[in-house]
């Protein structure tokens, strides 16, 4: 059993997850529209990635007996200039789910 704090982490670590894929598809649908077929290929790819990990914490905390409380999930941006900027706020959106991960590895240590 994890605690409420930790269960409540993760739940919005589920809508992270699911705000990502969200902003993966709207950057493979962009690359598609811009004619990068390669890139959009690539960021469905990702766009997968990101709620097969949202399913993984939702499964972990069903294992815990903890409840799974979906959130509404924001709108992303849907447009970029070009695959410049599409991967540079890939990689930036990126480094921020790294370092929520590792604010839930912490808690769940300290706790």
Known sequence: MISKKTAKAINTQINREYYSAFLYLAMANDAMAKGFKGAANW?????????????????YLQEQGAKVELAAIAAPKTEWKDLLEMFRAALDHEKKVTAWIGEIADLAVSE
Request: aromatic letters at 18%.
């Open 43 to 59: 960021f469905g790819i990702q766009y997968k990635e990101e709620q097969e990990h949202a399913l993984k914490f939702a499964h």
